[in-house]
């Protein structure tokens, strides 16, 4: 039987961490036919790619998306799939689209990833045919997805649906028993279904959309330990995942997830957890290494399993004058954020007393990890229509007035106008060495892209790329911190086996997720800055990495879907190329169908 595709003399890399080797890849049927070490009869194969000199790796896997209304508008998720993510997961940070019903979907989601909400909302409405896990995971299956999907249920997504979103956002109210016990059981048919596990969100920076409950915090954050417990409950007796964020502001009740997590006291098993997040910030210099050894040392002593997620890059933000979310911080940005008009906004910005206000908070300085520095010198504007401040930090233009940072930065928003005054600054991952130390560092994971949120704030989609490069640099400089092999063993099968989602490797007999990388073109353009217009998204010009020449090839279930800068005739349209990966069940095997598919034609010659 010919093959549909096959990869010729390519440097393949399995995904396990085993030392590369040049290999021929033979696909058929979706799956790894023949991994050889000679040449493979390409009579009857469409489609040959000549990967000499290049790298085969499995299929990049995302652990950390808010793609869950952009699948519904454009299914080929293309800005991830072009830079050869085949697999992302949706359901983060307590959100999810599964239960709630349209409105409150849209107002948990909005705001908090800096989407607009009318085309979510829109999303939602135009598209969503369920009202539980087992239709949800059947509608998103039957979408001409690009790249395979997994997801989590959002813990606000399921409190919102049981206690309704009022009761759900209100300080001091708890579900009673029996809403605790409907939750449980909600949480159960999602991984009946299929679903990972569940993500909750305890940080309370994070606000509601809308007109209804604007500003209030999302459901999730209001939730007990008590609460808590009893869903770790059900995700312990399934074998499944938490993934979730400690409230900053409570850094001491991180350990409660650590004591969850624990196999020790009785309990059968552990749960694993993904937690946010590990980062080398500016403003805690040394929480990284404190975390990193912390949560080594807990796990061991707790018996538990639990690691941090690590954006392996530096952490760029940019903002389009106060519309960007570690500002939610303080009271004060939280209240001109809660005004959508421009003119009561800049009406507020401009008040002598909110001013007072916002510096006494800003200037408190807390106790324990927050996410941002708070320093203006490190705060530099890229666009502006007064072009003499262009360039310029807004600490830089205090100096020169004699003013406060703060004021300056708000004297230059109200002036200009404050969405039309653009700045960027970078908040973490800034010390190559950290950076260096936390790619190698095994209480970390390889995830935090945010991909298909913050489309003015930030893209990461292409992390994987730049932390290969990075490690190539280092390489090539004499200076080594990551083998190839184990970067790309991070970025695939360790994410793969701890989220319990079947990908991750590319051997024989596993389903054929791959990319075709050139070294050559693993150059400053991954790093680049770039801005594409978006067509469902009403042409919102967002962020974007344009890198097509590190990418030869990538490859979904066995179909080439990208390649050489293009994407596939049909691609997330009339073709599709991805679909829903189900949760592993107790034994290790998917609920759908085995990890392992059926070998054919293994050779080895």
Known sequence: MPYDVIIRD??????????????????RDGVVATVSTGPLDTTGCPDVVDAGGKW???????????????????????????HGVTTVLLGMCSLSTVYADTEDAADLFSRVEAVPRHYVLGALQSHKTWSGPRE?????????????IASLLGHSDLRASVLGLDRATTPGVTPTDSELEEMADKLDEALTAGMLGMSGMDAAIDKLD????????????????????????????????????????????????????SGLFGRRRGVRMSLLVSADAKSSPGAAQVIGFGTRLLNKVLDAEVRFQHLPVPFVLYSDGIDLPVLEEFGAGTAALHLRDQLERNTLLADPEYRRRFRRSFDRRKLGPTLWHRDFHDATIVECPDESLVGKSFGQIADERGSHPLDAFLDVLVDNGERNVRWTTIVANHRPEVLDKLARDPAVHMGFSDAGAHLRNMAFYNYPLRLLKRVRDAQSAGRPFLTTERAVHRLTAEVADWFGVNAGTLRQGDRADFVVIDPAGLNADVDAYREEAVPFYGGLSRMVNRNDDAVVATGVNGEIVFRSGTFRDGYGDTVRSGRYLRAQDDAGADSSSSRSSVRTDVRVP
Do not use: C, M
């Not at 990049?60 to 799939?81: C, K, M, Q, W």
């Open 56 to 82: 085969v790796v499995p299929g990049f896997i995302d652990v950390r998306t808010h793609y869950d209304a952009e699948i519904l508008l454009d299914p080929g998720l293309r800005e991830s799939v072009r």
């Open 10 to 27: 390519g440097l393949w890399f399995d995904g396990t961490g085993a030392a590369p080797q040049v290999r021929t890849l033979g696909i």
């Open 210 to 261: 809308g007109d209804r409950f604007r500003s209030r915090a999302l459901p999730s954050t209001f939730a007990t330990w008590r609460e808590r417990r009893r869903l770790i409950k059900v995700l312990r007796a399934r074998g499944r995942i938490l993934q979730s964020a400690p409230n900053v502001a409570k850094s001491h009740e991180t350990l409660n997830f650590f004591l969850q997590s």
């Open 136 to 148: 949800y995971i059947e509608a998103i299956d039957a979408l001409p997805l690009g790249p395979n």
